[in-house]
């Protein structure tokens, strides 16, 4: 597997201008307009496969464009694999975006398909300044991403798993990529154009501009599968909660966003880093026990107190039930639950792997571990010393000093970074006048919340196929968001898939493979 992802244009058509993005604006897809590539896709069991596949550059998929460098997506369809020609007309799409951090992201300088795939390859710069990179700096960054991620991904040695997007198409189906604004970006006068609810509005928009072009733009419009890691995995469920629903309308209609639905069929989501005003009290519950950072710094533990007390309330709040008839979900037996449905299965999945030998060090090394009859059994403390030293400070995520990047996320206008939770606007130590979080929110809340549209007003367009992982050693957020954006979803009837990986870390995907037989299962 040593070609290039970028592969080798074996027919340009089209068109030689090579600008990022077309000028038109006419939401108008072009089947024609398209470049064959070829690839050479490493699947899970190391074989490699030869892909031929038409590759649309990056369109602009909005008529009043605020930014083209984000607002664009690339489009990939097979129609040769290993010899054989496919028909990708009626596939299922892969819509997978390759957001990290809640920063902005462009395929406009990509060049084949995979433009940012690679699971973990995003991020949030851990306390990092924020709202200091201007849009220009923030697009070659994205860009050189791309360029990298798009080779990186078809490796010379044959070792790595490849992303999500090159297995799709080695699969057979279709992959659109799209770029969203994101959080840093500051236009001349100063004002924050990606802060929320921008990117998931302009996820949305994109889903519009390929059903508005059913039958000209390759795949099955009706069969859209997203996926994304982290924030992308934030807005990935948010895309699959928040299908049809009127709130984003203004947003739509301001970037001119094509006149179609943008429900999608089924979710993608690896540790989806969302339900930001509930994740402080949630990451405290969690892992407040944990009382020193990686970076050696013990956490106030009278704000870890004082969150962790809220959280009680606000997953009683939510009236959720378990996974496997668990029953009702509280703060007092989540832990027991965690345990139960979803770690001690991945710790068993892990050493069930593993050789007879190889297990046997396991074990040896990790004695909390009771391995009896093929299953893993261990406590919830334990667990948690096992995972060591947690990520981030307290609160996570709404920063008294507001230096956490979700403060950046809910800026406005020439403010970068501003409180959405009232627990830390109280306790601001900037000089915030009235110690309140500010009168657009609320909305902003929902708008940017997955669990607003499964809880508190339940949409009936919304994904019903639900893939979700998880590395039992991220500490990016709670464990208790995943699984109850899982309850949530089971709740209302929905089929989940949500499985812990063992042993890692942000970002992971190490069953990319079992992702796309799901797809073709639940799309099937
Ligand atoms: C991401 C990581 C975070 O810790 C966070 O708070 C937001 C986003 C990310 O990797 O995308």
Redesign the pocket.
Known sequence: GVAAAGGTALNAQASSDSSSASSSNSLVFDPDGYTILTTTVTDTDGNDHSVTYHFWKAITYVAKPVDETYQSLIVSAPVEIDGKTVDPTNAPILFANS?????PSSVADATGVGAGGMSGG???P?GAPTGSAAPSASASASASASASNANGNTNATGGATASNQLLALAAGYVVVEPGARGRTLKNSSGEYYGTAPAAIVDLKAAVRYVKSNMGRIPGDVERIVSAG??????LSSLLGASGDSPIYDKYLKEIGAADASDAIFAVGAW?P?TDLEHADCAYEWNWGSNVTQSTGKVVDQTVSKELQAQFAEYQASLKLRGLSRFGALTARNYDAYLVRQYLEPSATRYLTDLSDSDRAAYLAKNTFITWSGGRAAFTWDDFLTHVGAR??TTP??DAFDLS???NNLFGAGTTANRHFTAYSAKNDTTGLSGKRVASDIPEKLHLMNPMFHLVEKVNGRRSKHWWIRLGTNDS??SHVISANLAAAANGLGDEVNHLYYWDQG??ANTDPGDFITWIAKVTG
Request: aromatic letters at 8%; one cysteine or more; charged letters at 15%.
């Open positions: 957001v990290g951090g809640y920063m995003g991020g949030m851990s890691t982290s924030a992308g995995g934030a540790c880093i990520k981030k996570a995520f956490a990047g979700e990016d957020t942000h970002g």
